[in-house]
DNA sequence: CGTCAACTTTACACCGTGTAAATTCCCGAA
DNA sequence: TTCGGGAATTTACACGGTGTAAAGTTGACG
């Protein structure tokens, strides 16, 4: 489900689309207007403030989205669709080596990573007081788990993983060393520049998972 | 300074133990409930629930502790003294190797962190809204980051270090490691026994930081 | 002209934190 | 023995942010 109260009525649907082709609808501009708050990784935004910045009222916003997490989510899907995270993701299984496309998806999720920084750190903020947050984070890392994964069985099946670790302790190295927290530490707390971060990256996981 | 609003009194120091040697006063009591309600990290533990569980009103909370945030800090420096963590880490400094020492420094902190896991859980979810909480765990993390700089010079000393770094990336990269957020997530979504996950940070920092 | 949907305004309930003050209880010193 | 005074207790309330509820406004389209 979504937000707190048991919501009897599962909602009709997004919206059929009445809107030709021009200026943004209103649930856009909250969105739109939510991620430009986020962007940066800023915290305390409210709900008023977003509302503000869409040029709506407070009680518009939640004519479009039940609670503040199902805002969030929404972002966060808007997000991914503006940026075409999926398509980037899939281009780096293109690579012919596994050691090729470990570095290929490590810089595929390196750049997405600064852009969903700052919704991603409000979601994961109510991770643990919102059930609707927390799957949809959940779900999320699955998904990152999974490229993960694949990007290990690549290795492996090019004889070029460590033996020493099994695919599945391989992928959870991987997926631990992909986090935001850890983007977040070494690009905000320590200061390094993006490219940094992403070569320092493909180096340890290299060092780490490759044999 | 301690909590939200513009204290002008600072407070006249925590007490002059007036207690002989039993019972444990009011304060330890609360400040033990709050660890017992907080170890395993479970979230959304409220004031009220601290205070029940220490057997003392809400408010009698409040004469101890001006806020969450302070309740929370000293928790974390209440179990550091209960658990000798100060020198348990100063003894990883007496490894004789540069590569012995930083194993040992890994499990030492290691053999820390499920410890404070729950207390720190509570206190980085306050981070972004208390100036208190966010003073605190900077405290922390910089004595953290302390240690990885020790243990890095001490391998670069022994000319041990990889070339490849300086003693700062070398830092960054090890303290980057060590963060709670890795730990949660091996041992907790991953579901690494607590040696596992030392065992491959100390493989993982080797590999990323040794010649 | 009527009506339907989107949006606004106003108002309020709920929760958790923190403040305030009056009251009880007990202990130790004059 | 009485008189503090400290430590709690109880009760009450302010505040801020989220979410609900309902009545009123506006504009497009039949």
Redesign the pocket.
């Known amino acids: 489900m979504s ?3 048991p ?1 009897s009525a599962p909602k009709p649907a997004p ?1 059929p689309a009445p809107n030709a082709g021009q200026a943004p ?3 856009t501009r909250i969105l739109g207007a939510a991620l430009e708050l986020l962007s940066g990784g800023a915290a ?5 403030d977003i ?1 503000k910045a869409a ?6 916003v ?3 989205f ?4 199902d ?1 969030l989510i929404a972002a966060v899907r808007h997000l991914d669709e503006l940026r075409e995270v999926d398509r980037r993701l899939e281009e780096s299984r293109q690579a012919k080596s596994g050691r090729a496309r470990l570095a290929a998806f490590i810089a595929a999720w390196a750049g997405y990573l600064p852009e969903i920084h700052g919704v991603a750190r409000a979601l994961v903020a109510m991770y643990d007081t ?1 059930e609707a947050a927390r799957a949809a984070w959940d779900d999320r890392m699955a998904a990152l788990r999974h490229g993960c994964a694949a990007a290990v069985a690549a290795l492996a099946s090019d004889g070029a993983l460590n033996p020493a670790l099994t695919e599945e302790d391989a992928t959870d190295l991987l997926w631990t060393l992909l986090s935001h927290h850890n983007w977040e530490r070494l690009t905000g707390d320590c200061g390094w520049a993006q490219e940094r971060y992403v070569a320092a990256m493909q180096d340890l996981a290299a060092r780490a998972l490759a044999a």
Do not use: F, I
């Open positions: 937000s707190k109260k919501n919206k609808d209103t649930r305390g935004v409210r709900m008023s509302a040029g709506v009222s407070r009680q518009a939640y004519l479009h039940p609670a503040r997490a805002l919102d």
